[in-house]
């Protein structure tokens, strides 16, 4: 199961409505979040939308003329955007209609162009939600020193408004006989500059797994396997 929250121009209605309908079909165990038909009388709408966007596990964008033009949804955008520096995981997916102008607050995220054949277009839509997408990736890279040793580093890359929520990195080096070879780099001033950067020396093949953890919490909140080869 899962929680989905469709942003939508009334214009563009009828989409939306037939996306909500695909993912229940899917499993009916999924929560499709739609305004006009899942906020009940009475409650306080703009609290409720706020809400849900920060509960949700994926935020489908309908991108469109129309949509361009709404305050609601510029809101809406914001709410997810800040949701995502907070979790470090990335929900939000954006379907563009008659190729509408990309914003900047979209240029980093996947785009899904409409087509004549909106099987196909679902189909890529679960396919691009379903895949694991983090709002940071682990980057590193290795160069050789010598004819025997391998020098080499890993680093955080994320937004600064993202890095400046964690606490600590742990990199826990795996050579096979060795699972206790942890080393950690806290944050600092220069953790930013440094995006949480920690140099390694080895002649072996290696598996690192990547923890972060975020401020304010004792919670084991990323992780994330790299095998190392050279």
């Not at 929680?3 to 209605?13: A, G, H, M, P």
């Not at 739609?34 to 409650?43: N, P, Y």
């Amino acid at each position: 199961m899962a929680n989905f929250f469709i942003s939508y121009s009334r214009k563009n209605t009828d989409i939306a409505k037939r996306i909500r309908n695909l993912i229940s079909r899917l499993d009916t165990a999924h929560d499709v979040f739609l305004d006009t038909e899942s906020i009940k009388a009475g409650a306080d709408w703009k609290k409720e939308l706020e809400n849900r966007i920060k509960k949700c596990d994926h935020f489908i964008y309908i991108h469109s003329p129309e949509s361009l033009q709404s305050k609601y949804i510029k809101q809406e955008l914001a709410w997810v955007q800040q949701s995502e520096l907070k979790t470090g995981i990335r929900k939000l997916i954006v379907y563009r209609l008659q190729f509408a102008d990309i914003i900047p607050q979209l240029a980093a995220y996947q785009i899904l162009d409409a087509t004549d054949d909106f099987t196909i277009d679902f189909f890529k839509l679960m396919s691009g939600i379903l895949q694991s997408n983090s709002f940071y990736t682990v980057e590193h890279e290795i160069q050789l020193a010598d004819e025997w040793w391998y020098n080499g580093k890993f680093w955080i890359d994320a937004p600064p408004e993202f890095l400046k929520k964690i606490q600590m990195v742990e990199y826990r080096f795996d050579y096979g006989w060795d699972t206790d070879a942890i080393e950690t780099v806290k944050a600092s001033p220069t953790s930013l500059k440094n995006k949480f950067k920690k140099s390694f020396e080895t002649k072996y093949h290696f598996t690192v797994f990547v923890v972060i953890y975020l401020w304010n919490t004792k919670e084991l909140y990323f992780v994330k396997t790299i095998p190392v080869f050279h």
